[in-house]
């Protein structure tokens, strides 16, 4: 069970610590190598392994002029979900602001990490930076490290059939509606978390009644528009569904995107419901019917489709 610390005084360690500090964006695979270490470094010397990470994104606060504004792979909350599968049992969210943002490299280490945290070593990616304007970096972590006692420990970039992942070749993997990419640069199938509103009730009258989702977050990043074979977990059971993230073009013209899913198999009332949808696979880019007739039959066949899926899906 994964313990979330939002405040200094929430600490009660009675030994030393192993810490990794970053967004961790996705948790993709190259930061679950930086995890999985970590939990064997805390392992191996009896150390307390603890994840910091940093919420809101550096780059929703500051809003550089010359950085577009980030798209989240993860909200907070699905990186707590996901940290907690990979093993991590202690996380602390540092609140992110821009006074936080002008700490000194030098007092963040010192007086941050190893006087609060109690740290002994320190895990980093292959470009970590830190502290006020990103002047943080191995070269000042190594110095420290000599007079602060402290070990240090550097992971590589991860590099898969020649590509080294990252949160930003992901977030376009996504939005090309390259989601077997993503999928793989993640390690796991992307998901969106949202509550289920009201909707028109559209599905139900056309036999394919579905779930309409409101996505809280804004600086979530949305998959391509298009048809997905997606699934959830519902009371404990894994639902297999097909998403239509788009405009809804056959009924109205406008420029909001709608997540709505028609699970199959599924006879229940969800309604304010808090789901996770998990993006199994692109199907078909959307497309704006002459009939209703024309998208029923659309539907009909999207689903045989995803249904014969199901089976590879399956554990």
């Known amino acids: 069970m994964i313990k979330v610390y939002k405040k200094i005084e929430e600490l009660q360690f009675n030994g030393g610590t192993v810490l990794t500090v970053g967004t961790f964006d996705g948790v993709h695979k190259g ?4 995890l999985k270490r970590l939990l064997e470094i805390g392992n191996e010397s009896n150390l307390i392994p603890i994840v910091l990470t940093i919420d ?3 780059q929703i606060v500051l809003k550089k002029e010359d950085r577009t504004p980030v798209k989240l792979l993860t909200t907070i909350e699905e990186r707590i979900i996901i940290f907690e599968k990979f093993g991590i049992e202690n996380l602390f969210i540092i609140p992110f602001t821009y006074e936080f943002s002008q700490t000194p490299p030098e007092i963040f280490i010192k007086d941050f990490l190893v006087e609060k945290f109690r740290m002994n070593k320190i895990l980093i990616g292959h470009d970590h930076m830190f502290g006020k304007n990103r002047e943080g970096n191995q070269d000042l972590l190594n110095q420290l490290s000599i007079s602060l006692k402290f070990g240090l420990e550097k992971i590589d970039a991860f590099v898969e059939n020649d590509t080294t992942i990252s949160s930003t070749k992901i977030r376009n993997a996504l939005m090309n509606k390259e ?3 993503a999928n793989n640069m993640l390690g796991y199938n992307y998901l969106m978390t949202g509550v289920v509103d009201k909707g028109e009730g559209r599905g139900r009258t ?3 009644p579905t779930a309409n989702f409101r996505i809280d977050n804004n600086n979530k990043q949305y998959p391509g528009i298009g048809v997905y074979f997606v699934s959830s977990e519902i009371e404990g059971k894994t639902y297999y569904g097909m998403a239509n993230m788009g405009t809804r073009p056959t009924f109205k013209n406008n420029n909001r995107i709608f997540l709505e899913v028609y699970y199959f198999d599924l006879n229940k009332d969800l309604y304010d419901e808090t789901l ?9 880019d959307e497309k704006k019917f002459t009939t209703v007739g024309e998208l029923i039959n659309q539907i009909k066949n999207d689903e045989l489709y995803c249904r014969e899926l199901i089976k590879d899906f399956k554990n």
């Open 31 to 34: 930061h679950q190598i930086i």
């Open 56 to 58: 809101p994104h550096p």
């Open 179 to 181: 989601l077997d990419s």
């Open 206 to 208: 056309i036999g394919f």
């Open 276 to 284: 996770s949808v998990s993006f199994l696979k692109f199907i078909r």
